[in-house]
C-alpha cells in the first residue's frame, strides 16, 4: 500500500450570504419544503453536531427533483429500476445542498430529521436527537460544485452561531456509522477522497480579507495486489 497526504492551502473568497439567521428554527433564505420523515427530539437534547452526507437519484444522476420527492415521500418507485431498491424508506435531512448551490429546508432545527440512523459521535448514541443533517447533492465518484462549498460554509457559519454547542463538532455520515462509506469529493478538480468536507477540513474566518481560509488533508490510497 502506497500513501500520499497532500495539504491544501485554499482561499474560498466568502461572497455576501443569502441566508441571514436562523428563526424558530427555519434558515431564513432556504428554499422551504416540508418533509413528514420528522419526529420531536428528545426534551433534554440540544442540537450540537452537524452530520454532513451526499445523495443522488439515481447514484451519481443529478437534477429531476427525485430527491426531493423521496425526502417528501412521493417517489415514483417505478420510474428507475434503483428506486425499487429503496422502496418504502422514510429518511429526511434538515437541509440539501443542490449542484447549484440552492439550499433546501425539510424539517425544522428544533425537530428530529431521520438522517444518521444507528449512530453514534464521541460515545453519545443516536445523532438522529441532537445533530443537524446536511445532504449534498453528489455521489462517491463525482466532485462536487464550489457553490456547494460556498453554500455549505455559508449555511455552518450561520448554524453555529445559532446553535454554539455545535463548535467544531462536524462529522461525516460515515465517522458516526461505520458501516457507512465515507463521503467522498474534491474542491479542486479531479476524484480526491475526502472523508468529509468539513471533518477533515479546519475553517478559519480570515476577518481581514473577508474569506475563509481551508486547510485540507486529503490522503489517498491505493492496495498493491
Not at 137 to 162: C, M, T
Request: charged letters at 15%; glycine letters at 6%; aromatic letters at 10%.
Amino acid at each position: 500500500m502506497w500513501r500520499i497526504n497532500i495539504k491544501l492551502l485554499i482561499r474560498v473568497t466568502m461572497q455576501q450570504s443569502r441566508f441571514a439567521q436562523v428563526q424558530d428554527g427555519i434558515l431564513q433564505g432556504a428554499t422551504q419544503i416540508a418533509s413528514p420523515n420528522f419526529n420531536a427530539r428528545p426534551i433534554d437534547a440540544e442540537i450540537q453536531l452537524i452530520v454532513i452526507h451526499n445523495i443522488s437519484l439515481p447514484p451519481s444522476q443529478f437534477g429531476g427533483g427525485y430527491i426531493q420527492q423521496f425526502f417528501q415521500n412521493k417517489l415514483d418507485w417505478s420510474i428507475h429500476p434503483y428506486f425499487q431498491t429503496i422502496e418504502g424508506m422514510q429518511v429526511s435531512a434538515h437541509l440539501l445542498i443542490l449542484r447549484t448551490g440552492e439550499v433546501i429546508q425539510f424539517v425544522n432545527f428544533n425537530d428530529r430529521s431521520w438522517h444518521a440512523g444507528r449512530s453514534s459521535y464521541l460515545a453519545q448514541k443516536e445523532c438522529n436527537d441532537y445533530s443537524i443533517g446536511i445532504e449534498l447533492e453528489g455521489s462517491d465518484d463525482l466532485p462536487f460544485e464550489s457553490e456547494q462549498y460556498q453554500s455549505l460554509v455559508n449555511v455552518v457559519k450561520i448554524l453555529r452561531q445559532a446553535y454554539p454547542k455545535i463548535q467544531n463538532h462536524i462529522a461525516g455520515h460515515s465517522d458516526i456509522a461505520p458501516n457507512v462509506r465515507p463521503t467522498q469529493g474534491c474542491i479542486l478538480t479531479g476524484n480526491c477522497s475526502v472523508s468529509c468536507y468539513l471533518k477533515k477540513h479546519q475553517l478559519i474566518y480570515d476577518f481581514t480579507t473577508k474569506s475563509i481560509l481551508t486547510f485540507i488533508t486529503i490522503t489517498l490510497f491505493k492496495d498493491k495486489p
